[in-house]
């Protein structure tokens, strides 16, 4: 039976160890057909070289700071060469300095937010911009980010709160602008999920007690498969008319009142 993927080049972000939401990604993408590379930055990059070797077919693993200049291009040009088009792309990257977590909302400086906005949300149009050509010459393409649900405040999530909003602001924008080419935006904004980057948060332990008593379906956060399977369905041609679109993947926890 074909996979979802099957012919699918799919760039994939974020991958630091094997229980990164990436990873899993990565992985079912790789069982559902498709050809990946993986891309690492700064002293994460011997994290996902290393967890690379996890996944069924070891991919490679290019160098891509968002914030470095020239890095875009270059990753840009090495997949030119390697396959000479792009199908899809992940999106997960996301960083907020530890002044902007935890309850210090009101006292976060500007510098430290600024990081939070450009990595978490303003390097989604980067990476967009930056592959365009490439997902232009294969008739179109998919670009989905993961997300974690901000049309309200979250304890302690506070500016990497406000960078997620930016996020799916500048994935709607991004939809419209790039809708012509056939490429499509789109967002899974998931449950809470114990990730290395979700014990970064202060106070995570509170939305694992929440969710799975007020998710109608329920909700584990030590399963990221219903995320990679949304993602994988995202990255196929199963959605062709769906973008700027921002996918729950939470149980259903979104939905619910008190």
């Given at each position: 039976?074909?996979?979802?993927?099957?012919?699918?080049?799919?760039?994939?972000?974020?991958?630091l160890t094997d229980d990164s939401l990436a990873y899993s990604?990565?992985?079912?993408?790789?069982r559902q057909g498709a050809e990946i590379v993986l891309t690492g930055a700064g002293r994460g990059m011997s994290l996902t070289k290393r967890v690379a070797r996890h996944l069924p077919d070891p991919p490679d693993v290019l160098e891509l700071d968002v914030t470095v200049a020239g890095h875009t291009e270059a990753v840009a040009a090495a997949i030119e060469?390697?396959?000479g088009r792009l199908d899809g792309m992940l999106h997960s990257i996301g960083f907020a300095p530890s002044s902007c977590l935890g309850g210090g909302f009101l006292a976060a400086p500007w510098d430290d937010v600024k990081v939070a906005i450009e990595i978490s949300a303003y390097s989604l149009?980067?990476?967009a911009a930056g592959f365009r050509a490439?997902?232009?010459?294969?008739?179109?393409?998919?670009?989905?980010g993961l997300d974690f649900d901000a049309r309200v405040a979250w304890p302690g999530y506070d500016?990497?709160?406000?960078?997620?909003?930016?996020l799916e602001s500048t994935a709607r924008y991004l939809a419209?602008?790039?809708?012509?080419?056939?490429?499509?935006?789109?967002?899974?904004?998931?449950?809470?999920?114990?990730?290395?980057?979700?014990?970064?948060?202060?106070?995570f332990s509170a939305f694992e007690e929440a969710w799975d008593g007020r998710a109608p379906l329920g909700w584990s956060v030590t399963d990221p498969s219903p995320v990679a399977q949304a993602c994988v369905a995202l990255l196929s041609d199963w959605f062709p008319a769906?973008?700027?679109?921002?996918?729950?993947?939470?149980?259903?926890?979104?939905?619910?009142g008190v």
């Open positions: 039976m074909p996979g979802l993927l099957d012919g699918k080049r799919i760039l994939v972000t974020g991958v990604v990565a992985e079912l993408a790789q060469q390697r396959w149009k980067v990476l490439l997902m232009q010459a294969a008739g179109g393409g998919s670009i989905v500016w990497m709160g406000v960078a997620k909003a930016a419209r602008d790039l809708g012509p080419d056939r490429i499509r935006v789109n967002l899974v904004a998931a449950g809470p999920v114990r990730t290395m980057a979700a014990r970064s948060i202060p106070g769906t973008t700027g679109e921002m996918v729950h993947v939470d149980g259903g926890f979104h939905a619910m």
